[in-house]
């Protein structure tokens, strides 16, 4: 569905892919786009990959995404940013439930509270209106948990002491993702577009270079944790790490760089799996919220990685192609 929104001016995008499952659930993104086509894009190949994480972690849910297109380089004004939530909130309530949304990249709980001013469909609230809050650091550890999961598989020891971790865009998740292999033990490199965020490296001990030297460091794990795209055939023949597993949504240009990455012998976390903690913690919410079982069905995200892994393994393809499978699989037997 595609909205100009009546208060801000601004279009409004939400993409259901799939409800087989049950409600699609998926976050709501602020970001700029030069062309409508852009938006549109990004809102529908998200709510593919939210189905896909939905069911790999075996989830009840169907997936969506929502967008809100701002101008590219523009700053809103808080009247207008608060106009385009409430104009986002109609897209959502005209849908009638079919789609939950969530905050994203650029939006915040804070945001998800404008948003219920409209409708019921939104999940995320803080705690104090009976949400689970922020999911950012449920997101992190379930990133961790794959990390562990695929050190585990490459070095046989899930342990991160010692290990070099090169961590790419310190946004709400990535500068968490940091901070949790810092305190295991891992030797960090850090880096952001944003030069502000040079103090985080001191704060933890880090050495700082920019993205793009980042990911081509000689370090036993790079994690991606900004926007996607960053693998394809052109940077994927540079990387020297042994694991990818980050953050980052879509983090492959396109599906063939898999086996790009696969013939390198670099072993890469499916991004749709490694960071589910925060759609499995909102899940919990849409029951009767416990932070206790969310972060118990977060850490085994670990184990789900292994056992795609495995089958990689077993069928010679890729954990793109695994994790697909066990997706598919779900998703037909669920409908």
Sequence with gaps: MVRRGRRSGLYTFVAVHSTVR???LGGCRMWGYADPRQALQDALRLSRAMTY?????????????????????????????HAALLDFADTVESLGGRYITAEDVGTSSRDMRVIAQRTHHVAGLPRGQGGSGDPSPYTALGVEAA??????????????????????????????????????????????IDERKRRFADELDANWTTPGQALELDVDVVAPCALGGVL?????PRLSCRIVAGAANNQLAN?????????????????FVANAGGIINIAEELNSYDPAAA????????????????RADADGGTPLTAAL???????????
Aim: net charge positive.
């Design 53 to 81: 994480k939905s069911a790999v972690a075996d989830l009840p849910l169907g997936g969506g995404k929502g967008v809100i297109m701002t101008p590219p380089a523009g700053v809103l004004t808080s009247e207008r940013r």
């Design 255 to 271: 599906e063939s760089v898999a086996e790009l990455l696969a013939a390198r012998q670099i072993l890469w976390a499916p991004d």
């Design 232 to 236: 394809d055939h052109a940077t994927v």
């Design 295 to 310: 972060r118990r069905r977060v850490r085994r995200i670990g184990e789900i990685l292994l056992e795609i892994f495995e």
């Design 325 to 335: 499978e066990i997706a598919r699989k779900r998703l037909a037997v669920a409908g």
């Design 147 to 192: 990390i562990r999961a695929c050190c585990e598989r490459v070095f046989s020891s899930s342990s991160l002491k010692e290990r070099t971790v090169a961590v790419i865009g310190l946004g709400h998740v990535g500068l968490r993702v940091a901070k949790r292999c810092a305190k295991a033990g891992a030797r960090l490199v850090v880096s952001d």
């Design 22 to 24: 049950g409600p699609s």
